[in-house]
């Protein structure tokens, strides 16, 4: 393994999880899938496909790769990896088929990092797809769900629960407490509920709030910024935070998991975390030890109300939540975890 040359596919650029991972891996590239070309007149091209398909089987789901594949075959040439890894997904930028040809071309051996199935749920043809087309090309599956691992082994697809990781700052600056109880993330009608609960207390910062406005009232609407979060300005606010507080999307609560990136992030940087309640959490973590969990919203108005007169008992937890991703959570401890089971 420590000679094996890595490269890392790049599906979802957007998060650094990509960056981060091969950062871990030595003798490792690093290919953002979003920044290849275009396949020329590609909004046309989509268009026209997606017709015929739809004329072929109205059920179905197909989705034109938007990116050159002679571009990657290019990389790959130049690179010879022995190995790669897709973070997230493929689909959407190169067929799955022309990844497998290529690898079959060069004997690599082709892994996939699970990143965003749980954002299909709703979305079931294309979720098929993804499972039916993409995911069958792989030696091995990590995901970051275990309700999704087990899923995929019912399928008979090799999967591997690998849960998220964090990086920890060196130096971490904590001012003053700016906000009681800071959520971000992008607007969901789960979101909106339970945040209606504890509307006098909460900050909110993330996308699409502005386009449910008529769903929110005019106290928890006051209390919301519909701006996304990023990198320093993100660290910054989560730093700033008695309570940093995690409410997973409906379809994700729906399926019973829920173990997101923002939860390692905040813990990395030392805050207090408090969530829902899902199984994955209690096997990660020691529950009101290192992290704390809600199950509705009775008991998050319960919870927010005594951490917040608490001070002791907060940051006692949140100081054991740091040690907890210092001894286990690192995208080292991560990366290493994933190259021990390829």
């Not at 275990?146 to 990086?167: E, H, I, M, S």
């Not at 829920?258 to 309640?277: H, K, P, Q, S, W």
């Not at 286990?328 to 401890?333: A, I, P, R, S, V």
Request: aromatic fraction near 12%; hydrophobic fraction near 40%; charged fraction near 25%.
């Amino acid at each position: 393994m420590d000679n094996q040359k890595t490269l890392i596919l790049d599906g979802i650029s957007g998060a650094t999880i990509g960056k981060d991972i091969q950062a871990c891996i030595e003798n490792s590239s690093y290919c953002d899938l979003a920044g290849l070309g275009n396949i020329p007149l590609y909004k046309a091209r989509s268009s026209w496909a997606k017709l015929k398909r739809k004329q072929a089987n109205k059920d179905s789901f197909y989705h034109l790769p938007k990116k050159q594949y002679r571009q990657l075959a290019s990389i790959i040439s130049k690179v010879k990896p022995d190995v790669v890894l897709v973070i997230g997904f493929i689909y959407r930028f190169i067929a799955p088929e022309q990844l497998k040809k290529l690898s079959q071309q060069h004997a690599i051996k082709l892994y996939l990092y699970d990143t965003d199935s749980c954002n299909l749920y709703s979305e079931r043809r294309e979720f098929m797809y993804f499972i039916e087309t993409e995911m069958q090309i792989y030696e091995r599956i990590f995901s970051f769900s275990r309700v999704v691992t087990d899923f995929l082994t019912r399928l008979k697809l090799d999967a591997v629960f690998a849960p998220f990781g964090a990086n920890l700052l060196e130096n971490i600056n904590r001012g003053k407490f700016e906000h009681d109880v800071f959520f971000v993330g992008s607007a969901d009608l789960r979101r909106i509920f339970m945040l209606e609960h504890i509307a006098e207390k909460v900050t909110v910062r993330g996308a699409r709030w502005s386009k449910n406005c008529g769903l929110i009232s005019s106290k928890l609407n006051s209390r919301v910024s519909d701006k996304p979060l990023w990198d320093e300005e993100l660290r910054q606010h989560l730093l700033g935070s008695k309570i940093v507080l995690n409410i997973t999307r409906g379809p994700f609560y729906a399926a019973e998991t829920g173990v997101n990136l923002r939860i390692f992030e905040a813990m990395a940087l030392g805050c207090f975390v408090l969530t829902d309640y899902c199984d994955e959490i209690a096997e990660l973590f020691e529950l009101g030890v290192e992290i704390e969990t809600f199950k509705g919203s009775e008991e998050l108005v319960q919870k927010v109300a005594y951490y917040l007169e608490n001070d002791e008992a907060r940051l006692a937890i949140a100081k054991r939540g740091y040690q907890k991703i210092l001894s286990h959570y690192t995208w080292k401890h991560r990366v290493n975890d994933m190259l021990a089971k390829m």
